[in-house]
C-alpha cells in the first residue's frame, strides 16, 4: 500500500513533466489565439457592413434615380451578414469558403459605390458621402490586417499540432484538426457586377 502510495506520487509528477514536454498545455492556447484572431476578422467585417449602411442612406438622398446599385449593395449585405462561422467550425473548409464567398461578393458590391461620385457630382457637396468613403477604404485596410493576423494564427497552431512532440498531445488528449486558413475565392466571385450609372438607360 506505502509501496503504491510512493510510485503514485512518484509518477504523476513525471507525467507532468513529460506531457508538458509534448507541448501538451500550448496547443490550447494555440486554439484560442486563433480564435480569438477569427474574432477580430468577424467584427472587423460587421463594422465594414454597419458603415456601408450609413452609405447607403447617404447614397439614397443624393442619387435616388441608382437603386440597383444600392439594392445590389443592400442584398450582398444581407447575404454576408447571414453566413456566420463560429470558432468550432474554422477546421471545416466548405464553411470557410461560403463565408469568403459572401464577404467577397459583398467587397465587389461596394465597388460601384466609389464610382458613383463621379456620376452624382452633387455627392460631393455633401460632407458624408467623401468622409464615409474614407472610413471604407479604411475599413478595408484594417480587415486586410486582421486577415493576415488570423492566418498567422492559424499556421502557428497548424504547425505545432503536426510537429512532434507536440502532436503527441494534439491527438491523444485533444483530438486537434487543421483549422481554415482564410483564402480568397475563385475569381469570379470577385468580380464586381456590371453597373449603369446611365439614369436614361432602360
Known amino acids: 500500500m506505502k509501496r503504491t502510495s510512493l510510485m503514485t ?16 498545455n500550448s496547443i490550447p ?5 486563433a480564435k480569438k484572431e477569427w474574432a477580430d476578422v468577424e467584427a472587423a467585417f460587421q463594422r465594414r457592413a454597419n458603415l456601408v449602411n450609413n452609405l447607403e442612406a447617404t447614397v439614397k438622398g443624393a442619387a435616388g434615380a441608382e437603386n440597383r446599385t444600392l439594392t445590389q449593395v443592400t442584398e450582398a ?3 454576408a451578414t447571414q453566413v456566420k462561422l463560429s470558432g468550432d467550425q474554422l477546421s471545416d473548409p466548405e464553411a470557410m ?3 469568403a464567398e459572401a464577404q467577397s461578393r459583398f467587397s465587389a458590391a ?16 455633401q460632407a458624408n458621402f467623401p ?15 486582421e486577415i493576415a493576423d488570423y492566418n498567422e494564427a ?3 497552431y497548424n504547425t505545432q499540432i503536426r510537429t512532434f512532440p507536440a502532436v503527441i498531445g494534439a491527438k491523444v488528449i485533444y483530438g486537434s484538426k487543421p483549422m481554415e486558413p482564410y483564402r480568397s475565392v475563385t475569381p469570379n466571385a470577385e468580380v464586381a457586377p456590371e453597373v449603369n450609372f446611365d439614369t436614361n438607360a432602360q
Open 97 to 99: 469558403k461560403r463565408f
Open 9 to 24: 506520487a512518484f509518477l504523476l509528477p513525471v507525467g507532468a513533466v513529460s506531457l508538458s514536454g509534448c507541448g501538451v
Open 77 to 79: 449585405r444581407a447575404s
Open 29 to 33: 492556447t494555440a486554439e484560442e489565439k
Open 154 to 156: 492559424v499556421q502557428a
Open 110 to 125: 461596394i465597388l460601384p459605390l466609389q464610382r458613383m461620385q463621379e456620376a452624382y457630382p452633387e455627392l460631393k457637396s
Open 131 to 145: 468622409l464615409l468613403m474614407s472610413q471604407l477604404e479604411g475599413m478595408e485596410n484594417r480587415i486586410n490586417v
